[in-house]
C-alpha cells in the first residue's frame, strides 16, 4: 500500500540517535500504528516491545536480525520482520526511507 487514508498523524517526530533516525506516528482508522521515517548512513540498535514488519521503500542497509549471525543486506523495495521484545542491528549505507507496521 503506498498510501494510506483516514488516518491520525502525530505532529511531533520521534528523533533518535542525534538526528539520524526520525519518525512519526500514523494510526489507521482500524486502529493499526504505523511509523514512517527517514535513516540516515550510520549504526543502530534498536529495541521492540511488539512484533515489526519494516518495509524498506527506499535506500539500503545490512540487518543483524535476533538469533542470526550473518548480516542481510536489505534494498528499497523489501522488508525484514523482527520478533517482540527483541532487539536488532542495522548498517544504513544509504538514506532509507521507512514503513514500520507493529503488531
Not at 41 to 51: A, I, V
Request: glycine share 8%; charged share 25%; hydrophobic share 40%.
Amino acid at each position: 500500500m503506498s498510501t494510506f487514508k483516514n488516518v491520525e498523524i502525530t505532529k511531533a517526530a520521534n528523533i533518535y540517535f542525534d538526528g539520524k533516525v526520525t519518525s512519526r506516528v500514523v494510526k489507521l482508522s482500524d486502529g493499526a500504528v504505523k511509523t514512517l521515517g527517514i535513516m540516515m548512513p550510520g549504526s543502530f540498535e534498536f529495541s521492540t516491545e511488539q512484533h515489526e514488519l519494516m518495509e524498506i521503500t527506499a535506500g539500503e542497509m545490512d540487518v543483524l536480525l535476533p538469533g542470526n549471525t550473518e548480516w542481510k543486506r536489505i534494498h528499497g523495495g523489501e522488508s525484514f520482520e523482527v520478533a517482540a521484545n527483541s532487539s536488532f542491528k542495522l548498517e544504513v549505507k544509504s538514506v532509507v526511507d521507512y514503513c514500520c507496521s507493529y503488531s
